[in-house]
């Protein structure tokens, strides 16, 4: 089993930065694919970005080139950095772990979840 916790979300104006972390424990990460995702009131769950265990990445069209996704194995971590926040980023935002290293995008591909956290981008 992999417990996840996310911090780091908030309350913030549109154009300002937020870096999300991700810690695991029960397991190390190094092996697993990690992915975050988020949820906005109304809406369904949607994939932001995913690394793989080789640190390869992908991203959602509407985040990519504002938002970065990193890991620290040493530290059992995953991060997400979020520059550049518009209103419509507004959500919680999940953080999740996949069995088998590749990135993945999709909700039903990730075996593990964390509660999340809120992030509020006000305009």
């Known amino acids: 089993q992999v417990q996840l916790v996310e911090s780091g979300g908030g309350l913030v104006q549109a154009g300002d930065s937020l870096r999300l972390s991700c810690a695991a424990s029960?397991?190390?990460?190094?092996?697993?694919?990690m992915g975050w995702f988020r949820q906005a009131p109304g809406k369904e769950r949607e994939f932001v970005a995913g690394?793989?265990?080789?640190?390869?990445?992908t991203y959602y069209t509407d985040v990519k080139g504002r938002f970065t996704i990193s890991r620290d194995n040493a530290k059992n971590t995953v991060h997400l950095q979020m520059n550049s926040l518009k209103p419509e980023d507004t959500a919680v935002y999940y953080c999740?772990?996949?069995?088998?290293?590749?990135?993945?995008?999709?909700?039903?591909?990730?075996?593990?979840w964390g509660q999340g956290t809120q992030v509020t981008v006000s305009s």
């Open positions: 029960g397991r190390t990460i190094w092996s697993y694919a």
């Open positions: 999740a772990a996949a069995k088998g290293g590749a990135p993945h995008r999709t909700y039903d591909e990730y075996d593990y």
């Open positions: 690394i793989g265990w080789s640190g390869g990445n």
